[in-house]
C-alpha cells in the first residue's frame, strides 16, 4: 500500500492519534516486499502480539520512530512479539533500509514495503495498529503513544509467563504452561514434584515457573475484580477462562468461587443483561457505520430508519438499567454520535 506523498507529508508533521479502527484485522495481512530485518509469514503473526506500522521515508516523525520501535522489539524480544515496519512511500529498496538502519539500535524489527492491513483505512502517517496474541485490535494510533497499551498486552499474553530464560528439564510444562490452551493441573503437579526433588536444574526451572504462574493467577484476580462493575462480560468471560485454566488446582479456587457468586449476584446479572443489549445496539451502529463516522452515516437517507432505532434503543437501555455501567456507556454513545 503506498499513501499519497503529498497528503502523507502534510498529515505527518503532527503526531496523529485516531480513532481505534474497529475494521483493522490481521486477516488477510499483505506483508509486501521484504526489506529488512527478519523475514516474517502471516502465520508467524498468529499467537503473537503484533504492531503493524505504517511509515515512510519521507515523514520525519516516521523516522524518529525508528528507533523507538526497534528498542520496544528488543525490551520483549520475539517469541511474543512482532513489529513489522511497513514502508508506504515508494522510492528503492535500498534507500529504505539505509534510512531504517541509520535511525535502528538493532535488526530485529520486520521491514516490508508496500504491505496493506486490511480495514486499516490510513490517511496520514506516523500511524500503528496493535494486535493482542488473539488478533483483536487493542491500540489505534502513533507509535510514540502505544507503549502503554502495549505493555498491557504483553502481560496479558499467555506466551510471556514462561519467557526469560530457556530450559532443558521442563520444557514440556513451560509449553503447556505458555500455550494455556489445556487445564494446567497436571502440569502444575509435575512442577511442584520436580521443586520439592533432588535434580538441581530441574527445581531451579520448577521454582521459576511456579512464581510465575502465581504471579499471573494474582494478576487475573486484580484484573476482575477492577474490571466486575465496568465491564461484566470481560469479567465473566476471563473467570469462566481461568476457572477452566486451573480446574482441580488450589489457584483456581477463587476463579471457581467467583463464578458462584455471579449466579446469585442479581445486579451483576443485570450488568450482563445491559452489557449484551448495548452490544446489539452497537453492532447495529457498525452495520451503518454510525460508530466510524456518525455524520456521513446520518446524512445517508437509507439510514434514517436505522439510526432512529438506534437512538431509541439506546434511552430504551439507560431507562431499563439505570445506573449500570452499560448505561452510562450509552449516555456517552448517544453523545459521542449526536443523536
Known amino acids: 500500500m503506498r499513501l499519497d506523498l503529498a497528503l502523507v507529508c502534510s498529515l ?66 520475539r517469541d511474543n512479539f512482532l513489529i513489522v515496519a511497513n514502508h508506504c512511500q515508494g522510492g528503492s529498496a535500498d534507500n529504505t533500509r539505509t534510512v531504517w538502519r541509520g535511525k535502528a539500535s538493532n535488526d530485529l524489527v520486520s521491514v516490508v514495503d508496500s504491505g496493506a492491513l486490511p480495514g486499516s483505512n490510513v490517511t496520514g502517517i506516523p500511524r500503528c495498529f496493535l494486535f493482542d496474541h488473539e488478533g483483536k485490535l487493542v491500540f489505534d494510533g502513533s507509535p510514540s503513544q502505544v507503549d502503554g497499551a502495549l505493555e498491557q498486552a504483553m502481560r496479558d499474553n499467555p506466551g510471556q509467563m514462561v519467557a526469560g530464560r530457556t530450559y532443558q528439564k521442563l520444557t514440556k510444562e513451560a509449553a503447556t504452561l505458555g500455550a494455556q490452551k ?56 476471563q473467570v469462566t477462562k481461568m476457572a477452566a485454566l486451573l480446574k482441580g488446582d488450589e489457584l483456581g479456587e477463587p476463579f471457581a468461587t467467583l463464578q458462584d457468586e455471579f449466579k446469585k449476584d442479581k445486579a451483576f446479572q443485570t450488568e450482563l443483561k445491559a452489557a449484551a443489549a448495548l452490544a446489539a445496539i452497537r453492532a447495529d451502529a457498525d452495520k451503518c457505520k454510525l460508530s466510524k463516522d456518525p455524520t456521513s452515516a446520518k446524512a445517508q437517507k437509507s439510514n434514517q430508519a436505522a439510526i432512529a432505532g438506534i437512538a431509541a434503543n439506546l434511552k430504551g437501555l439507560q431507562k431499563k438499567f439505570a445506573d449500570t455501567a452499560a448505561a452510562r456507556r450509552a449516555a456517552e454513545l448517544s453523545q459521542e454520535w449526536g443523536l
Do not use: M
Request: glycine share 10%; aromatic share 4%; hydrophobic share 40%.
Open 182 to 237: 489445556t487445564p494446567l493441573a497436571a502440569t502444575l503437579k509435575a512442577l511442584r514434584k520436580a521443586a520439592e526433588g533432588d535434580d538441581a536444574a530441574a527445581k531451579d526451572e520448577a521454582d521459576f515457573l511456579l512464581g510465575r504462574v502465581g504471579e499471573w493467577q494474582a494478576e487475573q484476580l486484580e484484573k476482575v475484580g477492577t474490571a466486575r462493575a465496568e465491564d461484566p462480560e470481560r469479567c465473566l468471560a
Open 12 to 77: 505527518s508533521l503532527a503526531v496523529l492519534v485516531a480513532p481505534l479502527c474497529a475494521e483493522a484485522t490481521l486477516t488477510g495481512i499483505n506483508l509486501g516486499t521484504h526489506v529488512d530485518g527478519p523475514k516474517v509469514s502471516a502465520s508467524d503473526l498468529q499467537g503473537r502480539v503484533v504492531l503493524f506500522e505504517y511509515w515512510g521515508v519521507n515523514c520525519p516523525p516516521c523516522v524518529g520512530s525508528i528507533h523507538h520501535l526497534t528498542e520496544l522489539q528488543a525490551k520483549y524480544g
